[in-house]
């Protein structure tokens, strides 16, 4: 794979003990360090045009200031420091850049992966939240519909609900946004009931798991909801809103999924957009134990170069099987 990433990404320093740390590119770029066909590109900064184009001005320039003024906490879990801006530009950039990429036939072994922080999947068009400021997949979406593409779709697979892209694009029909969630985490949206208003109607797809949800149950939300209705929708690009915090051994979550599986949800995503004729791009979320999202980006880079996940059968949770009932009564099963 072609991974975004810039060495500023790591001046973004969210103090000790926090779990969005350097450390977890770090991790990453030391697990990739051996494996073949891995390429790096330095992506240019996000241009603040276009961030401005998904969120408030006057959000962008207060969050200027506040770094500029030495950052601090901007709430209890949101941290920035004087590098934080310049931080989340370049991430911003590398989610443009991998959106770009893609939409420019970049494939197969090449396809793109934006490896930047701060995440971005929380950030609301007038607010940073959730470790994250500029909401970096709304930004590359944008980016891609600017440039030319009618559609894009938008596949969150990080175990907190990306309430920031939901919001951003709520009343749009231009992009789709679909989500696999934990119930009871943070931000505590995402329910159901929650599909689009307005020219989205029906552009919104969530899929609220409760805690304990595994490989099985991620795999049955991807076929039997989210794969069919994002070919439905037909998109010219697919984004992935890459976190890897449902991880069986992640700290901050109860989710299992395994490593394994985060390998077969890329594969189900390669033949998607296969089908979709759409490109295909990742864009680093969460993520926080840092041997689990190292080897499970490690996994996602080798499915691209042949690697076959290796899977074993399993019955879907009753009470994931109920979720996905109700959301096939919405219209978003199978066909």
């Known amino acids: 794979m072609n991974f975004g990433y810039r060495e500023v990404c790591l001046d973004h320093d969210t103090g000790p003990r926090h779990p969005e740390s350097p450390d977890r590119l770090r991790a990453v770029r030391r697990a990739l360090k051996d494996r073949h066909g891995v390429e790096y590109v330095a992506a240019n900064d996000a241009d603040t045009d276009l961030v401005r184009s998904v969120h408030d001005s006057d959000y962008i320039d207060e969050f200027r200031a506040f770094c500029d003024d030495g950052g601090g906490n901007w709430d209890a879990d949101t941290v920035a420091v004087e590098a934080t801006w310049s931080a989340a530009l370049a991430s911003a950039g590398t989610a443009v850049w991998a959106a770009e990429a893609a939409l420019g036939g970049l494939d197969g072994r090449d396809t793109p992966f934006g490896l930047g922080r701060p ?22 979406a944008q980016a891609a519909l ?22 951003i694009f709520y009343d749009r029909g231009d992009v789709f946004y679909a989500s696999i969630h934990e119930d009871g985490l943070y931000p505590g949206t995402g329910g159901i009931e929650e599909t689009g208003a307005g020219d989205g109607e029906g552009t919104t797809l969530n899929v609220k798991y409760e805690p304990g949800a595994d490989t099985t149950d991620y795999l049955a939300a ?3 909801c989210i794969a069919p209705a994002i070919a439905d929708y037909d998109p010219d690009l697919l984004l992935i809103s890459a976190g890897f915090d449902a991880h069986e051994h992640d700290p901050i979550s109860r989710m299992r999924v395994t490593t394994e599986g985060y390998g077969a949800m890329t594969q189900r995503m390669r033949t998607l957009a296969d089908d979709c004729g759409a490109g295909l791009g990742f864009v680093l979320e969460g993520g926080y134990g840092l041997d689990t999202l190292a080897d499970s980006i490690t996994t996602v880079h080798e ?33």
């Open 119 to 140: 995440p971005g999947h929380h950030a609301v068009e007038d607010d940073a939240m959730g470790f994250c400021f500029i909401n970096n997949v709304a930004v590359a």
């Open 146 to 167: 600017e440039r030319e593409a009618d559609r894009v779709a938008v596949f969150d697979w990080d175990v907190h609900h990306g309430n920031g892209t939901q919001d």
């Open 222 to 224: 991807i076929d039997d």
């Open 303 to 335: 499915v691209f170069d042949g690697y076959e996940p290796v899977i074993a059968d399993g019955e879907v949770d009753e009470d994931a099987r109920t979720v996905l009932d109700e959301l096939a009564a919405q219209g978003f099963g199978s066909k």
